[in-house]
């Protein structure tokens, strides 16, 4: 890749992961290799389980405990961190071309990942290297060092009626 851009996907509308997974597959298919490092889920998702398909092209590491609203633990603040170590080793090496930092914005908001640490991999990542950053509440830093940020707005969701996530669809 000649030049590698910082997209981050935001906002509290459903499919921030769904837009980075899409552009994951769309790299693979142009023989593009991809590191996702997934911050807060644990478990293995449907989309997981698709992407296992494509593992001579797309590596995906889970770096969370899969706790979403609950008061951040040591380990939490222990798996982050080492996913934020692997991303900085990662990012500086030839192995990939794309990398996805999924629900990198939540763990900055939970204080699981410095801002700073964040916004250092932004401003000196590689100029061939395509970062995605994903996760509700972007930081205003985030969003100014980002080349392309993405509001994703919740108009209107059947979870509001009691939809639970659906496996296939959400999940």
């Excluded at 023989?31 to 996702?36: A, H, N, P, S």
């Excluded at 698709?50 to 899969?66: A, N, P």
């Amino acid at each position: 890749m000649k030049r590698g851009y910082t997209q981050v996907y935001t906002g509290n509308g459903k499919g921030k992961t769904t837009a980075a997974l899409g552009l994951a597959l769309r790299a693979a298919g142009a023989g593009l290799k991809v590191f996702i490092a997934q911050f807060i889920k644990m478990g293995e998702f449907s989309e997981i389980k698709s992407l296992k398909r494509y593992s001579e092209l797309i590596t995906v590491e889970q770096f969370g405990l899969g706790r979403f609203d609950t008061k951040p633990l040591p380990r939490d603040f222990e798996a982050a961190q080492k996913g934020l170590n692997k991303v900085k080793t990662i990012i500086f090496s030839d192995e990939y071309d794309v990398i996805i930092l999924e629900e990198a914005n939540v763990a900055v908001k939970h204080g699981l990942i410095s801002e700073q640490e964040l916004v250092n991999l932004i401003v000196n990542k590689p100029h061939d290297k395509e970062l995605v950053i994903t996760g509700r509440s972007a930081s205003p830093q985030i969003i100014d060092h980002a080349d392309l940020v993405t509001e994703m707005r919740l108009i209107k969701h059947y979870y509001q009626k009691g939809v639970r996530a659906r496996i296939g669809i959400e999940k």
